[in-house]
């Protein structure tokens, strides 16, 4: 099967509108893209100055759409009360009618949005609080909190890792789906498609359905990252997106080569 190709935007500046995010979400349904992401954060480094809520954002996105996949790429549950997280996610499974996926990883402080706010530092205590808050998030979704998601046994989680870390890969194996960042070649992702079936064999969770994410740029070569293991392509757009380069690469439609 080929890997599905989503758009990846960061809800900044030129698109920090939800009603101009909803707008590009319907068009690229319209044009047969599979899935919508955006970043999630609390601010970010210059030139950056308008940033979104991505789970407005996300909900906005739901409403105009009714196939798209959508989900925020990658929210730090480290810095999230979990249970507000799990009655967001929940809810936001509910409105799209069971499309979210939620992305997690540890976050950064590289915009200064964790030291800023007085959130954890410490790398290692943010690994224990994100692991700690996915098992959670896990009861919350499994009855504790009702409505349930729609989806079942649980909404898709997707860990991230930052090229070249592999500590994060144990995570991805015991959950759904590895979000990679800053991967050089198509050649490392397959070492990491190759690392993550050793790791799910060794968690017992080889047989359940696991998604593998490439992002490239606009214009490239969607093809060699699919031959190399990935699921999904996400067309990202850096962190200055520019809202008409956006709408030009929806309405070409997903890149097949």
Sequence with gaps: MDAKRAIFV??????????????????????AWDGFFVWDHIRYREPVQAVADPWVVLAAIAVATERLRIGPMVTPIARRRVQNLARETATLDLLSRGRLTLGVGLGSDRSRELSTFGEELDPRARAKLLDDGLARLAEFWDGEFLPKPVQQPRIPVWAAARWPKRRPLQRAARWDGLFPIEVPSPEDLATLAAELQELREQAGTADRPFDLVAEIEPGAAARPWVEAGATWVFIGFGHVPRADQVRAVIEAGPPRD
Excluded: C, I, N
């Design 10 to 31: 960061a809800p900044f500046d030129e698109l920090v509108d939800p009603r101009l995010l909803a707008e590009l979400a319907a068009l690229a349904e319209r044009q």
